[in-house]
T-cell receptor, first 113, second 114 residues
Framework: GAGVSQTPSNKVTEKGKYVELRCDPI?????LYWYRQSLGQGPEFLIY????????DSGLPNDRFFAVRPEGSVSTLKIQRTERGDSAVYLC???????????FGPGTRLLVL | AQSVTQLGSHVSVSEGALVLLRCNYS??????LFWYVQYPNQGLQLLLK??????LVKGINGFEAEFKKSETSFHLTKPSAHMSDAAEYFC????????????FGTGTRLKVLA
């Protein structure tokens, strides 16, 4: 079956603009995670969804970041008023159930100029 | 709080030589530990995981890792490196405080020399 997919694969934007990053998890996976990977670093947790609700958003860096998963499948990570420091690879992962192994998408590489 | 430390951000080995990538963890409870590999412009792929069963864990592509509680280590090894093993490798622990999320190390970039 298909793995986790993310679109776009690359996004270049200007400082101050709004961006949306999409994640399509593996079909049937109830848990969905977003991570951010800066250059030379390991991925860092941003937010976790169980079904439609954000069960843990403690990793979101500030209120410019927001994510939704309205139907319990596809998720969108939204970044308002982008800053150059937001440049990173944003990774999405899903798992069949909570506490299960997570499967990662290829990521979206965001560059804020 | 749990954490992982990967010693050596870059490791070079000759083709056919032993691969050893180091990972030490910090956890007050029995951890779940993982190794992931990341090829250029690709997502993270699970190599192997330790979930408190056998201490020697075998993974894909000939990799294995041994959980050593006394040393708080989970080093990744492969007896004979292949050119296709060149990639970045991440060790991770499952955080058990609050949400079950991964806490990753900073990664080790493996270079395989012909």
């Amino acid at each position: 079956g298909a793995g986790v997919s993310q679109t776009p694969s690359n996004k270049v934007t200007e400082k101050g603009k709004y961006v949306e990053l999409r994640c399509d998890p593996i079909s049937g996976h109830t848990a969905l995670y977003w991570y951010r990977q800066s250059l030379g670093q390991g991925p860092e947790f941003l937010i976790y969804f169980q079904g439609t609700g954000a069960a843990d958003d403690s990793g979101l860096p500030n209120d410019r970041f927001f994510a939704v998963r309205p139907e319990g499948s596809v998720s969108t990570l939204k970044i308002q008023r982008t800053e150059r420091g937001d440049s990173a690879v944003y990774l999405c992962a899903s798992s069949l159930e909570y506490q299960e192994t997570q499967y990662f998408g290829p990521g979206t590489r965001l560059l804020v100029l | 709080a749990q954490s992982v430390t990967q010693l050596g951000s870059h490791v070079s080995v000759s083709e056919g030589a032993l691969v050893l990538l180091r990972c030490n963890y910090s956890s007050s409870v029995p951890p779940y530990l993982f190794w992931y590999v990341q090829y250029p412009n690709q997502g993270l792929q699970l190599l192997l995981k330790y979930t408190s069963a056998a201490t020697l864990v075998k993974g894909i592509n000939g990799f294995e890792a041994e959980f050593k509680k006394s040393e708080t280590s989970f080093h990744l090894t492969k007896p004979s490196a292949h050119m296709s093993d060149a990639a970045e490798y991440f060790c991770a622990v499952f955080s058990t405080s609050g949400t079950y999320k991964y806490i990753f190390g900073t990664g080790t970039r493996l270079k395989v020399l012909a």
